[in-house]
Structure formats: C-alpha cells, structure tokens
C-alpha cells in the first residue's frame, strides 16, 4: 500500500513538472513559477518516498520537538486555506467574465420605454 | 401586458427553430409576445436561426453554462420592460401550449413565481431522472429550505416584481436551485403548475447527469455560504 501511494505521489508530481514545463516552453507561466512548482513537486517527490526525513527534520528544525501528525496537520490548514483563496478568486473572476459577456450580450438591445 | 420568452440555448440547431415556430403568437390577456434566444456561445446555427425567427437573438461571446444564458435572458426582459417573462428550454422537452397555463397565476395575482412541474405529472420521464430530479429536489431544500416537486424544472414563470427582487450569480446548471433559494429570500409567492414533457431521444441526452449533481451541490453551498 505504501509503494503504491509513493508510485502514485512519484507520476502525479512528475505530471506535474513536465505540465509546467510544457506551460514555461508556451510562455504560459513566468520562469519563476516554473522554478516555484519544480521545487515544490520536487520536494513533495522526495517527501513521499521518504517520509522518515519530515522526523530527521523536525528534529533538526525544533527545539521542541513535534510530532509529524502535528506538522501534517498545520500542512493540512495551510493548503485548505491555499484552496479556499483559490476557489474564492476563482469565483470572483466567474463573475466578472459573466457580466462582461452579459453586457456584451445585451448592449444591442435598446430599453424600451 | 407584454410576454417575453426567454430561451437559453447551447448547439440546438436540431431543436431551436422548431421551438421557435410553435411559440404561440396570440394569448389570452396579453397585449405582446416577444421571443428572446440566447445563444450561450454555440458553434453551430443556433445564432443564425434564432436571428430569423425569434425577436431577439443574444449571443453570448463565450460558453458559459445554461446560467449565465438564463441570467441574460431575464436581463434582456427586464430591459424591454416585460411584465411577465417565461423561461424554455430550447431542446423541444417543452409544450409551448403550457405556457399559456404557467402564466394564468400571475395573471390571476395569484403567484410571482409559477414553475411547470413535471414531476406531478412525470409520464414518460425515465425512471433515473426521476430519481435524479427527486434527489436534487432533496438537496435544494436542504440548503435553501423551500421545497419544489421540480426544482430543476427549466419552465418557469416570472412577473416583473420577481424579475426585480431575484438575484442570480449561477453560470451553470446550479441556477435551478439558486432561483428556489432567491424565491425563498424574497419570500416571493410561489406556484406550481403540472406541466407535459416531450421526451424524444435527441432531448432525453440533453439536461444534467449524475457528476453534475455534485457539482450542483457544491455551488449551491458555496452561493449558501459566500454569498452573492
């Protein structure tokens, strides 16, 4: 079970890699996004397969020393928190492309009086 | 009284001008029909055919979902001063003959809001979709507590106080439930009346499907809780 979460963290993070490559070769994305995604898949590659070193680490890191359920749950926080400022300017910019097309639609339509 | 019939359409080439020639040119108590199609970014006819035969014909620039078309389209009615407006949908599932009844309560002062259900008279509906309907219908009045027998039901009739007070943001599908939620805010008087469905093979594989309800569900709760 743990070989094949850490085979499917391994293909997810290299999708994504390649996927913002692909979007940096397209000029979609900016170099330093590109570089941004990299690391960070990059580190959640290396995490997955060895997930020993969040403890090598925190005890590196921490005076006090903290529990990795304790470091998976501030991680959980903060990407809920990235999720829902994603989804909320998502929706702001829904909005904002539904009433310029429904302007655009109705700007032929003359009020009748 | 001047009747506008709003119609959303998306790639109906096969059903919009069919739709469009069976809308009835006289009612009863109404001084004015007018037809208003919008076309929410089709790459086929739809647009082409709506220009010659309905009054109208909107186009949205883009696709954005049977929403955002009905929101334009109740835009456009209150923008040419409609006093009463009635939404179908473009893929022939309607009678146009029942538009004559949805009307009749608020002719009557009886109603603001009039759905055509076609759950109280669900003939010929498959049995999935009348399950489907059932379940969204479930799910509506649990997050804006009003119940509807066809909460997604697309005929639906509107007079001008209701045009005025309803405030949609939907783009999809989701409207359906947000209109129930906006008649349950504006404590808007509702009616339901038993509407005929024509389900030929070409409008049974339009309308919404299973993952759709999801997320349905999911805007329906994120219009509850973030608000318009």
């Known amino acids: 079970m743990i070989a094949f979460v850490k085979i499917i963290s391994l293909v997810l993070g290299l999708m994504v890699i390649s996927k913002t490559y692909l979007d940096y070769k397209k000029k979609n994305e900016s170099f330093f996004m590109f570089i941004f995604w990299t690391v960070a898949w990059i580190g959640i590659i290396i995490v997955s397969l060895f997930p020993e070193l969040i403890n090598e680490a925190l005890e590196i890191s921490s005076a006090q020393k903290i529990g990795t359920g304790t470091f998976l749950g501030i991680a959980l926080v903060f990407l809920f928190f990235i999720i829902y400022r994603v989804y909320i300017k998502a929706n702001r910019l829904e909005k904002k492309i ?16 | 009284m001047k009747l506008a019939i709003v119609i959303p359409a998306y790639n109906e080439e096969k059903a919009i001008e069919e739709v469009l020639l069976s809308l009835p040119k006289k009612l009863k108590n109404i001084d004015k029909i007018i037809s208003v199609v919008v076309d929410d970014g089709s790459f086929d006819k739809t647009h082409d055919i ?45 009678n146009p003959k029942d538009i004559e009844k949805i009307i009749q309560p608020i002719l009557d002062g009886k109603a603001d809001v009039v759905i055509g259900t076609r759950m109280l008279n669900a003939k010929g509906m498959p049995p999935l979709k009348i399950f489907g309907n059932n379940f969204m219908n479930f799910l509506t009045f649990l997050v804006f507590h009003k119940w509807s027998s066809d909460s997604q039901s697309g005929m639906k009739a509107f007079n001008a106080k209701a045009l005025k007070k309803i405030k949609l943001r939907s783009i999809g599908y989701e409207i359906c439930s947000e209109m129930i939620g906006e008649i349950q805010r504006n404590k808007l008087k509702l009616k339901e009346i038993p509407i005929e469905v024509i389900y030929t093979d070409y409008s049974k594989v339009k309308g919404q499907n299973w993952i759709n309800g999801i997320n349905v569900l999911t805007k329906m709760l994120v219009i509850k809780i973030i608000g318009k």
């Open chain 2, 50 to 94: 709506a220009n010659n035969h309905a009054t109208y014909a909107i186009r949205h620039v883009i696709n954005l979902g049977v929403g955002a078309a009905t929101t334009t389209g109740l835009g456009a009615a209150k923008k040419l001063r409609s006093d009463i407006v009635v939404t179908i949908d473009a893929d022939g599932q309607h």
């Open chain 1, 98 to 113: 539904h009433d310029m097309v429904m302007k655009l639609g109705l700007k032929d339509i003359d009020d009748e009086n």
